[in-house]
């Protein structure tokens, strides 16, 4: 079965500075993967997703994430953080698509003035 | 958002009653998904539907029904109420055709508590 961790429950940065929110996988075969965002009392949205083309993703908002099948990752970055930011981000893995999607635990992020 | 609607956005209900949440949506998808979201544990899905009728068991679907007769709506029905269902609800749906890596649009959630 998939699963994925997500390597840290809270992250803070600095407005203009570097976002790094990191995610491993468990697979035994090629998973799609994805991240969402969630902003407070409101549904997830779709950051971007990986499904075997291209290993770096480009997503929305300026974020995006490598594919890294040596080191089972997929982590999310972001050159420079903005206030808008915060929020709490989901790693997701699945293998057939929508009906067995396994969603990380969460990491939310804190974007400090 | 993706013309979801959610309802009730709150309930509070106590042990042993029955609790209905309505999932309505306007884009005449498919697929559409009941996930809870506990923390430290994400989303989970509880039940999904796959057209009129036609409806599957996910990941967490003990102690929950769901029904699909209209290709709009989609109800979940906790048949009576446990303190561990207290949870946040998010209906979702996928996209049209298959549902192979389409995004999930959510609404935005039903939050539970049971007393």
């Known amino acids: 079965a998939q699963s994925v961790t997500q390597l840290d429950s809270h992250v803070s940065v600095s407005e203009g500075t570097p976002v790094l929110l990191r995610c491993n996988y468990s697979?035994?075969?090629?998973?799609?993967l994805f991240w969402y965002v969630q902003h407070p009392n409101k549904g997830l949205q779709l950051l971007l997703k990986?499904?075997?083309?291209?290993?770096l993703v480009k997503g929305i908002n300026g974020f995006e994430a490598e594919f890294k099948k040596s080191e089972t990752s997929f982590h999310l970055t972001k050159p420079s953080a903005h206030m808008s930011d915060a929020a709490e981000y989901f790693c997701?893995?699945?293998?057939?698509?929508?009906?067995?999607?396994?969603f990380g635990a969460g990491t939310r992020l804190t974007v400090k003035p | 958002d993706a013309g979801i609607t959610q309802s009730p956005r709150h309930k509070v209900t106590e042990t042993g009653t029955p609790v209905t949440l309505r999932c309505h949506q306007t884009?005449?998808?498919?697929?559409m998904y009941w996930y809870r979201q506990d923390p430290g544990h994400g989303l989970r899905l509880i039940h999904y539907s796959y057209g009129v009728k036609d409806t599957d068991k996910g990941e967490v679907s003990d102690g929950y029904s769901v029904s699909r007769s209209k290709t709009e709506d989609f109800l979940l029905t906790l048949e009576s109420a446990t303190s561990s269902q207290t949870s946040v609800y998010f209906c979702a749906i996928g996209g049209r055709g298959q549902p192979h890596n389409s995004p999930l649009h959510f609404g935005n959630g039903t939050r539970l508590t049971v007393t």
């Open positions: 884009e005449n998808h498919r697929y």
């Open positions: 990986y499904t075997s083309a291209a290993t």
């Open positions: 697979s035994s075969y090629s998973p799609s």
């Open positions: 997701v893995v699945s293998r057939y698509g929508n009906n067995d999607m396994r």
